[in-house]
Each structure stands twice: as structure tokens, then as C-alpha cells.
């Protein structure tokens, strides 16, 4: 009787360690060094620092002005996980180089614990929402007459949409290929980012680590925070080819107001991957809806 007691000692142990181990990896991925600078492809930028909302943590980041026919707007960019200001997937300086060039100002910066910014955890959106409002409050300091748009890749996409139903100075958001709402999209697809097998660990991990870090998963909740952002107008994109982050999460968020938000529904390209294969399309779509505003 004992000797199965152990076994099942051993088993259990077995599962949770590998659980924790691979959860608290998930929340402090390597960070990314910034290797390119604006001044790469020809912009003018200002290095700057700013709190984020609740003050804990220092970000770093870059500040775009546009030097002709400048608009009262300016565009803030929300990275994606485990990466930092450049998304280099896209990469996200040649398209603030056109955004820049039809008079928008440009701020991108690091998440905590990403790039040059301050922070030991990524939260996946939970704590970075408060990064977001305090480049925002930044933004709006910066240029009180000038509006906000967000643009968010991926967490950053979730993320945006978070600040953005808080904070009513965000005229719009475009979502580049977001999930819908964490705990839900995580009990589909932790395996992907985790490489453990779904059954026991991804239930483990969702128990576990919410005790450890202090991450309320259900407040990561894009539904809501697209309800909160109506009538305020969303683009969101997405590639069917996506497998990090399947299109029907795009889908799932576009449908709470079809007649309002607007879904550019893409073909082939990998996660965040729709710039890089259709620049042109994706920029024209990206100014129309700047200009719309």
C-alpha cells in the first residue's frame, strides 16, 4: 500500500515540478536587446522614460515627430510577448517610417520586463495595461490637442484594448492578431508556447501560477474591454495562418459590433506576420483608418 502511495507521491511531483518551472519561464522570457535605432531609417527620435500607471516600473522608449503637414494624432505601439519596441516580425520602424511621413507622431516603447525598460515579470497583459496608460498619460502630456490611437501586436493587441476601454482619450485601436480572453485562449493553446503535453500540465500550470505571480487571468478579457471601447471605431487584423493565435480570436471580438469594428481577414502569413507580406495593403489600411478618425 505504501510503496503505490509513493508512486503516486512521485507522479504527482513529477507533474508540478516541470509546471512551475516551465510557468515561471512563460512569465520571465529573455529579454530582447534593441539592435536598430529610428535614426536606421532615417527618422529624427528623443529617447524618453515614463512610469508606468501605477508607478512601479520605469519604461523606456522612442518619441516620433512628423516634421511635415503634422496632424493633431499620435500613434502608440503595443509590442508583443517576449519582445520589445521594434516587433521585429514586422519590422514595426519601416512602417513608423510611413505613418511619420503623412504627418502622425510616433511613440513605441518597451513593456516591463522587455527591451530597456524596468520590471522582472511579463503578466501577458495583466500588469502591462498599466505600461500602456502610462505611455498614454505621457502622450497626452506631450501633446494635450492631439488624439491617441493604439497599435498593438499580439499581447500587445490584448493590451491595447485593455487601456484603451479605460481610457477614453484612445480615439481607436488597431489589433494586429489578438487573443480574446486569456484564460480561455491559454486552456487551448498553453501547450504551443509551453511544449508540454496539454493534459495535466496545462491545467497545472493555470492553477499554480496565478498562486505564485498574482496574474487574475480573467481580468485579461478582451470581450468585455471591446464592449467598454463601442462606439469607438477597431481594426482588427489577423492571418488564417496563424497558429500561434487562431483568427477565430480576432473573430470573436470583431463580432460583438460587426456594423462598427472592422476585421481584415488575411491568408498565409505567420503570427504578426500580415506586414511583412503585405506592406502596402497593410499601411494604406492602417492610414485610411487614421484618417477616418
Not at 483568427?247 to 476585421?263: D, G, R, V, Y
Request: hydrophobic share 40%.
Amino acid at each position: 500500500m505504501y510503496w503505490i502511495i509513493g508512486v503516486i507521491g512521485l507522479v504527482v511531483v513529477a507533474c508540478i515540478v516541470p509546471a512551475i518551472w516551465v510557468g515561471l519561464k512563460l512569465t520571465h522570457p529573455i529579454r530582447k536587446v534593441v539592435t536598430n535605432l529610428p535614426s536606421d531609417y532615417g527618422l529624427a527620435y528623443s529617447e524618453v522614460t515614463f512610469p508606468s500607471q501605477e508607478g512601479d516600473v520605469l519604461l523606456s522608449g522612442w518619441h516620433m515627430e512628423a516634421s511635415e503637414n503634422r496632424q493633431e494624432l499620435t500613434v502608440v505601439f503595443a509590442h508583443g510577448y517576449s519582445g520589445n519596441r521594434l516587433e521585429e516580425g514586422l519590422p514595426i520602424l519601416s512602417l513608423a517610417q510611413s505613418i511619420i511621413s503623412q504627418g502622425y507622431d510616433v511613440l513605441m516603447f518597451d513593456f516591463r520586463n522587455s527591451g530597456e525598460s524596468g520590471g522582472k515579470m511579463t503578466t501577458v497583459g495583466y500588469m502591462e495595461k498599466q505600461d500602456l496608460l502610462g505611455a498614454i498619460q505621457w502622450a497626452s502630456r506631450k501633446a494635450p490637442h492631439h488624439r491617441i490611437v493604439l497599435v498593438g501586436y499580439s499581447m500587445g493587441a490584448m493590451t491595447s484594448l485593455l487601456a484603451a476601454a479605460e481610457d477614453k482619450r484612445v480615439a481607436g485601436v488597431i489589433a494586429d492578431s489578438p487573443f480574446s480572453q486569456l484564460r480561455s485562449y491559454l486552456s487551448a493553446n498553453l501547450s504551443y508556447w509551453s511544449g508540454l503535453p496539454k493534459f495535466p500540465f496545462t491545467w497545472l500550470i493555470m492553477v499554480i501560477l496565478p498562486l505564485i505571480t498574482g496574474i487574475k487571468e480573467k481580468q485579461v478579457d478582451g470581450i468585455k474591454a471591446v464592449n467598454r471601447i463601442f462606439p469607438r471605431p477597431i481594426l482588427f487584423v489577423h492571418s488564417d495562418g496563424d497558429e500561434a493565435i487562431p483568427s477565430s480570436e480576432s473573430e470573436k471580438l470583431w463580432q460583438t459590433h460587426p456594423n462598427t469594428f472592422e476585421f481584415w481577414r488575411t491568408q498565409d502569413a505567420p503570427h504578426v506576420g500580415t506586414y511583412r507580406l503585405q506592406p502596402v495593403e497593410y499601411t494604406n489600411k492602417m492610414l485610411k483608418f487614421l484618417r477616418n478618425l
